[in-house]
């Protein structure tokens, strides 16, 4: 009997996994999931589990290609693999972001061109010094200790992952959840447990890269997370999908700079 419950509740656990592995990535599933939005809500405690494999996946390219190309080559390559695996999901929405609080005034035009599929100038150029600032802040990392790059890359993809779920326990969704890239995440029934799960991934890399000084970075991503948060709900009264998507970027690039910052000085 007891064990009957244990496997019903690790096969749930496995389809919520998977869930948010579907959601976040294009690795296939060799299986039919099952939908519901209950599922689709408990699978928050593992997006940053998500990260983790992409950030695995990050670093085990730039690992491979530094031995052929050298360390700005080997940067460039594990962002392409970054961007194919995610399909640029947390890039579109920092895009989109950039697009509709640049070119947008008042709350309705801003959504209105969050919802836009074209891509403006402020998205472009937004986009494009954020891919620019990545590039030259992990080869300045790897330049320093080919090991903490590859920590780095892990770390920030688990803990902006992170930083990003925390939204939805901090602030308000705005926007119809019938029409949005935030339907999995707009309903804040997850339990405190379930919260503190997903930040259990965050500390993974630690124990692979023991310099626990590193953890500085942390509140500093949660720092940027507020500060975009709050400007979100400055000017639209809370957060949407793509709002979720910049919350990421923004807290994936400052880990680096974090880790810069931390490596150079203490």
């Given at each position: 009997?007891?064990?009957?419950i244990?496997?019903?509740?690790?096969?749930?656990e496995?389809?919520?996994f998977?869930?948010?592995?579907?959601?976040f990535?294009?690795?296939?599933?060799?299986?039919?999931?099952?939908?519901?939005?209950?599922?689709?809500?408990?699978?928050?405690?593992?997006?940053?589990?998500t990260?983790?494999?992409?950030?695995?996946?990050y670093?085990?390219?730039?690992?491979?290609?530094?031995?052929v190309?050298g360390?700005?080559?080997?940067?460039i390559?594990?962002?392409?693999?970054?961007?194919?695996?995610?399909?640029?999901?947390?890039?579109?929405?920092?895009?989109?972001?950039?697009?509709?609080?640049?070119?947008?005034?008042g709350?309705?035009?801003?959504?209105?061109?969050?919802?836009?599929?074209?891509i403006g100038?402020?998205?472009t150029v937004?986009?494009?010094?954020?891919?620019?600032?990545?590039?030259v802040?992990?080869?300045?990392?790897?330049?320093?200790?080919?090991?903490?790059?590859?920590?780095?890359?892990?770390l920030?993809?688990?803990?902006?992952?992170?930083?990003?779920?925390?939204?939805?326990?901090?602030?308000?969704y705005?926007r119809d959840?019938a029409?949005?890239k935030?339907?999995p995440?707009a309903?804040?029934?997850?339990s405190?447990?379930?919260?503190i799960?997903?930040?259990?991934?965050?500390?993974?890399?630690?124990?692979?890269?023991?310099?626990?000084?590193?953890?500085?970075?942390?509140?500093?991503a949660?720092?940027?997370?507020?500060?975009?948060?709050?400007y979100?709900?400055?000017?639209?009264?809370?957060?949407t999908g793509?709002?979720?998507?910049?919350?990421?970027?923004?807290?994936?690039?400052?880990?680096?700079?974090g880790i810069?910052?931390?490596?150079s000085?203490?």
């Open positions: 009997m007891k064990n009957d244990m496997i019903g509740y690790l096969k749930k496995l389809i919520y998977c869930t948010a592995l579907m959601f990535t294009r690795i296939p599933i060799p299986f039919q999931l099952p939908y519901s939005s209950e599922i689709m809500n408990r699978s928050q405690k593992y997006y940053s589990w990260g983790l494999i992409v950030g695995g996946i670093a085990l390219t730039f690992f491979l290609f530094q031995f190309f360390n700005p080559i080997a940067v390559f594990a962002i392409i693999a970054g961007v194919l695996l995610t399909g640029a999901f947390h890039e579109d929405g920092f895009t989109d972001v950039c697009d509709a609080f640049g070119g947008g005034y709350k309705e035009k801003i959504l209105s061109i969050m919802k836009d599929s074209r100038a402020y998205g937004g986009i494009s010094l954020l891919l620019l600032l990545k590039f802040v992990l080869v300045q990392i790897a330049d320093h200790n080919i090991y903490l790059v590859l920590f780095a890359m892990i920030a993809n688990t803990a902006s992952r992170f930083m990003a779920v925390t939204t939805v326990y901090t602030h308000q705005v959840t029409d949005s935030a339907k995440v309903d804040k029934a997850l405190v447990f379930a919260l799960m997903g930040g259990t991934a965050v500390l993974i890399p630690f124990l692979f890269f023991p310099a626990w000084k590193f953890l500085l970075v942390l509140p500093l949660y720092a940027a997370k507020m500060g975009l948060a709050a979100f709900k400055k000017h639209i009264g809370g957060y793509d709002c979720l998507g910049a919350i990421q970027q923004v807290s994936e690039l400052t880990i680096y700079l810069l910052i931390v490596w000085f203490i």
